[in-house]
């Protein structure tokens, strides 16, 4: 089992490998392993009792459907196409999938998403170490915490309209995860002499990269992950 934060600086498949393959797929998430992926993220929605992962509250963007997710029955759900005949994937089969072979970021999307995950990690005894919870929606960090300590947790911030850190330690989470436009240095350094690492969405241009790397980031979510750590080895 590879645990989440296992080497230096993470190069973590956004929703997959959305540059190669279909956002929040099997094949996407299995494209960005077999691409060298340190970890994946997914975003996870509760519909009608279960846990799907799909971004969008709306069903357009990245399937054969329309109107919002939570409208439709799972049984409709999953009979959509969701991109070269892929399926909306459960939490479930994608943790069968990864199979501890890297980290999986699960993004808490909505309300009420954070019970079941949990129940559903401890069920499967998957190790905390290879996981790491997140959502824009404290809250939803706070009821993770409460039920099932064990599973790391990560701030999640767009703006930055709160000190990330202070509000990252009241959470007892591990890290920050900051939009790309509010990764400062200065930041990143109060989140390092918390404790605490950074993690930035979303980037795809190597430069921007290795700039994060060298102010102490701890890694990135990126849509092309084999691209990205292609150009990373090459200035190693
Ligand atoms: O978790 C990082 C990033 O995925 C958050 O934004 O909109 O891509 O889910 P979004
Ligand atoms: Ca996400």
Redesign the pocket.
Known sequence: MRSFFHRNFLCIG??GSPSTAPENTLRGFEQAIGDGADAI?L?VQLVAGALVVI?DEELDRTTSGSGRVDALSLDLLRGLDAGDGERVPLLEEVLELVAGRVGI?V?L?GPGTAGPTVELLRARAEAPEGILL?AFEHRELEIARSAAPEYPRAA?FGRLDRDPVRAATALGAIAV?LHRRTAAPAVVQAARDAGLATLV??VNDPTEALKLRRVGVAGI?TDCPGAMLEALAAED
């Open positions: 956004h929703r993220e975003d971004h970021n993004e999307k997140s999640l995860n969405y979303t979510f």
